[in-house]
């Protein structure tokens, strides 16, 4: 029996809902005994009554992405999709991930961290600024500074989800994004918004975002981003699936933004896009991640 494990109490809970019920559904098609369940911050022992034979995380943020679901189904013996709990926790903090990645010399824009009730380290780096909680997803609480009079406030924003904020140089040019599939690389897409910044509404709601896939990278250049997407994955110890993101300036340099362990799984989502143009349907792609 697959326990699809869905909701959560993350800023993310609703997306985790519509992804959740598009892998439930996809499972039931292809004939998999299953069922889903809602977690909540008081429900997790009314799991642990159901037989389970693998559980098929679909949580999105903190509860589900950061290691917490990964590491209460290990001590249960109960496998699951997707990264273990040390790497969960690990990909989840932005500020860690590019702590780990610049060891490797991956490429990243600078960047430096404010701590909520903590003195400001001197911005080492020109504006524009982006600035964002480390540990939320689907670009929740981030702002463009582009004048440092409005620096306070963004930081105040971002420090909403919590008490740690990531200040880096905001590099103009367009998002890509690489899907991981069982340590192979995806189709590349260009997400082309019409927001200054890919947030929450273009990433889910809007019918204006625009999606390339296959992207418009020359052969060279495509090889080049999932080369770096996938020893940035690999780094990390993150296993199964995932997505890695970038941004690519006007020269078409590639700068890492982050890596996500579970990602969107909705109409509007990015894996299961790269999937389909590898000729891969939704139905394969849930299958290829559950036997992962």
Known sequence: MIAVLMGGYSAERDISLLSGNAVYESLVKSNIKCFKFDLNKDNITDLWCEKIDKAFIVLHGRGGEDGFIQSELKKRNIPFTGSDEKASNLCMNKAATKEMWNKYDLPLSPSIVAKKGDELNPIYFSLPWAIKPTLEGSSIGISKVSDKKNLEQA?????????????????????????????????SIKISSDHDIYDYHSKYFSEKTEYLC??????????????????????MGASGWGRVDFILDSKKNPYLLEINTVPGMTSHSLVPMAAKASNISFEQLILKILNG
Do not use: C, H, R
């Open 214 to 235: 296959p992207s418009d990278l020359s052969n060279a250049q495509e090889k080049k981003i999932q080369m770096i997407a996938l020893k940035a994955f690999n780094v």
């Open 155 to 187: 930081l105040e924003n971002a420090w909403q989800y919590n008490d740690e904020a990531l200040i880096e140089k905001w590099i103009e040019g367009d998002e890509y994004t690489v899907s991981i599939l069982n340590n192979k690389t995806l189709p």
